[in-house]
């Protein structure tokens, strides 16, 4: 029988004021960390709001180019040049105010949020099982659909995305993750460190 944990990350996309609202408050309640993915204009307008976000323990990732993309991810208006200005723009601000002050997580603009410096994509495949994103929807609230239970296997990294979220619905999920014996819910960076699996040159930004 394995005992390995299954590995659980939550990662929202957006920063958006119904993460402030309801997200935060379930998982401080339920004590689940999790990952939000910067979208600028959303975090600046209420930056003290999302500090205090941070010092309760969550962990704040550079999402700038998920509403930039087509629903396929490309981005066709766009050069090398510029999305190195746009992701380094982002990094700077999440520094600036105080939100993450290591490793930065990355949210591609399609697929799954994969971690670190932006070079480790579908290495960790060959090393730890990442499910990537599950959409909640498929989960069927608290009835678990069988094929997306069979995610959830020992040994497995699953991450969990989410844009929007319901009060009734997403704390149902949350419960449901908390009160899993073998489920070990941490940060993506969190998860990652305790996988080993950073990069060398990942390190806390002097």
């Not at 982002?90 to 971690?115: K, R």
């Not at 909640?136 to 990294?157: I, K, T, V």
């Not at 819910?185 to 990942?202: H, V």
């Amino acid at each position: 029988m394995n005992s390995s944990p299954v590995r659980v990350s939550l990662t929202y996309d957006g920063t958006t004021k119904c993460h402030l609202e309801l997200a935060v408050p379930m998982l401080q309640k339920h004590g689940l960390p999790a990952t939000f993915f910067v979208d600028a204009l959303n975090l600046l307008g209420h930056v003290r709001a999302w500090q205090e976000v941070a010092e309760m323990g969550h962990e704040f990732g550079n999402g700038c180019l998920i509403n930039a993309a087509n629903p396929d991810g490309a981005l066709p208006l766009w050069t090398p040049e510029m999305l190195i200005a746009d992701v380094e723009e982002n990094d700077q601000l999440i520094w600036d105010l105080g939100l993450n002050t290591g490793v930065i997580p990355f949210a591609y603009p399609s697929e799954s949020a994969f971690l670190g410096d932006r070079i480790m994509g579908r290495v960790l495949d060959d090393q730890v099982n990442v499910v990537g994103e599950i959409n909640p929807h498929q989960l069927s609230s608290c009835r678990y659909a069988p094929e997306r239970r069979n995610d959830f296997q020992p040994g497995s990294w699953v991450i969990l995305a989410f844009d929007r979220v319901d009060s009734a619905s997403h704390e149902e999920l949350l419960l449901w993750i908390k009160n899993q014996p073998n489920f070990q819910c941490d940060t993506l960076i969190g998860t990652a460190r305790e996988l080993s699996l950073l990069s060398p040159r990942s390190s806390a930004r002097s």
